[in-house]
Nanobody, 128 residues
Framework: QVQLVESGGGLVQGGGSLRLSCAAS????????MGWFRQAPGKEREFVAS?????????VYADSVKGRFTISRDNAKNTVYLQMNNLKPEDTAVYYC????????????????????WGQGTQVTVSS
């Protein structure tokens, strides 16, 4: 089992940048596929980005963030990051980190149902 804690959210002006972090507990972090999702008020939780585990580094992004956001991981620090550049007001949401154990499988997962573990979320607000 793994516990996830997000940090790094806040208020930023349009065009600005933020870097979110997600710290994971446990000793097998490298075996987890990791993802970032977001949920705006009144909307469903949506996929943002995913990165594979088990030695792979495959990444996938939602079209809405491609070219602006970058997901990365540091297995030595049990942490996954989401670098967000050129932020827009429509990026305003609570951002969640998610994990799925995938030993020996290099997978990227883009659906909420694909993940077993979730963090508590961190608020990102982008002003116009």
């Amino acid at each position: 089992q793994v516990q996830l804690v997000e940090s790094g959210g806040g208020l930023v002006q349009g065009g600005g940048s933020l870097r979110l972090s997600c710290a994971a507990s446990g000793r097998t972090f490298s075996n987890y596929a990791m993802g970032w999702f977001r949920q705006a008020p009144g909307k469903e939780r949506e996929f943002v980005a995913s990165i594979s585990g088990s030695g792979g580094s495959t990444t996938v992004y939602a079209d809405s963030v491609k070219g602006r956001f970058t997901i990365s991981r540091d297995n030595a620090k049990n942490t996954v990051y989401l670098q967000m550049n050129n932020l827009k007001p429509e990026d305003t949401a609570v951002y969640y980190c998610a994990a799925k154990l995938a030993i020996g499988h290099i997978v990227v997962l883009t659906t909420v149902s694909g993940y077993d573990y979730w963090g508590q979320g961190t608020q990102v607000t982008v002003s116009s």
